[in-house]
């Protein structure tokens, strides 16, 4: 084990600053964290955002089976996930997206069908959810696992912008684009694994929006919706291989526009989206984002209307 990561309350985040303390660690500061030590080839952080402690280096498994569970958790879980979490070893194909929440590039849906053996190996390979995973390098060496764990298989969809908007403008609703590109990709997926009998993912919407749109095929198969989805292993294997496709089509789009398209919807995303339409003019913009943005109105008003205002949801 490489890393290990776990939620914390902030009394068990002062606890364990003194724990750490107490064997000696030494302290360094680092952005964004309520603390952070090493000692020999460990390192802990404790990030405020949680606050959640990253553990990193060699030694994670003993820390925390003999200091971080007894001590601060008060609780076994390391080696006991088949205990806690059993479905998460059934056979099942987990599924997610990349890309929803980015000015740029493509939404890409993902699928992994995993079963004891293969959740295994996920585990000891260090598979997590990918908006956990800051490095592109981490992405890839991790999807490159994912696709050489035997009996492993993997479908996506890459629904280019051009795709995109075409779709968004037809369904006029993101999560029924997002239940259409869900289904696709599990009836995909059972086209390679028939013997499979449940899908899960993070929940979006209303589970018959996926329902609605799987054919014949996968009407039989359990879908399973829920929150936090990405801590089943197949659903995490799932977002590194969508992420994967993600960031290789923003490389190679940017490459070709001789621009570096960024992620999210930051004001950088929106300069390089600004200098794109003057360049080729507002159209350009179907072929590299996603057009029902505010984004781009505000960097194009005249070739885009700007959205309608969201209204307060009231009881």
């Known amino acids: 084990m490489t890393s290990y990561t776990h939620a914390l309350t902030p009394e068990q985040a002062t606890k364990l600053r003194a724990l750490v303390d107490e064997l000696g660690f030494k302290f360094a ?37 003999f200091q971080l569970e007894p001590n601060i958790l008060e609780e076994a879980k390391l080696g006991y996930e088949e205990v806690h979490s059993p479905e998460m070893f059934e056979p099942h194909f987990g599924v997610d997206e990349s890309g929803k929440g980015d000015f740029f590039g493509p939404l890409v ?4 069908y995993v079963d004891r053996g293969i959740a295994r190996k996920f585990m000891e390979a260090g598979i997590q959810d990918s908006k956990r995973i800051g490095s592109d390098a981490r992405i890839h060496a991790l999807a490159d696992t994912i696709r050489h764990t035997q009996g492993a298989v993997l479908d996506s969809v890459v629904i280019g912008p051009e795709k995109y908007n075409q779709l968004y403008e037809k369904f006029g609703n993101l999560n029924r684009l ?4 869900h289904a696709r990709v599990i009836e995909n997926l059972l086209g390679k694994r028939t013997d499979c009998p449940r ?65 999210g919807v930051s004001a950088a995303v929106k300069e390089v989206a600004r200098q794109l339409v003057e360049k080729n003019g507002p159209e350009v913009l179907r072929q590299v984002g996603k057009v029902h943005f505010r984004t781009a109105h505000e960097v194009a008003p005249h070739g885009y209307a700007a959205p309608p205002e969201r209204t307060a949801w009231r009881r």
Not at 49 to 59: E, H, M, N, R
Not at 109 to 112: E, L, R
Not at 178 to 181: E, M
């Open 178 to 181: 997002l239940g259409w590109g």
């Open 29 to 65: 500061p680092r952005p964004y964290t309520l603390f952070f030590a090493q000692k020999d080839k460990l390192s802990i952080a404790v990030y405020e955002k949680g606050p959640k402690v990253l553990l990193q280096g060699k030694g994670i498994e003993e820390f925390v089976q």
């Open 199 to 263: 899908a899960l993912s993070d929940k979006f919407a209303d589970a018959s929006i996926i329902e609605r749109a799987l054919g014949e095929r996968g009407r039989a198969i359990q879908l399973d919706q829920r929150t936090k989805a990405e801590s089943d292993l197949a659903v995490a294997a799932a977002s590194i291989i969508a992420r994967e496709e993600f960031i290789n089509w923003l490389d190679r789009k940017g490459k070709a526009l001789g621009v570096k398209l960024g992620r």
């Open 109 to 112: 849906i993902a699928g992994v």
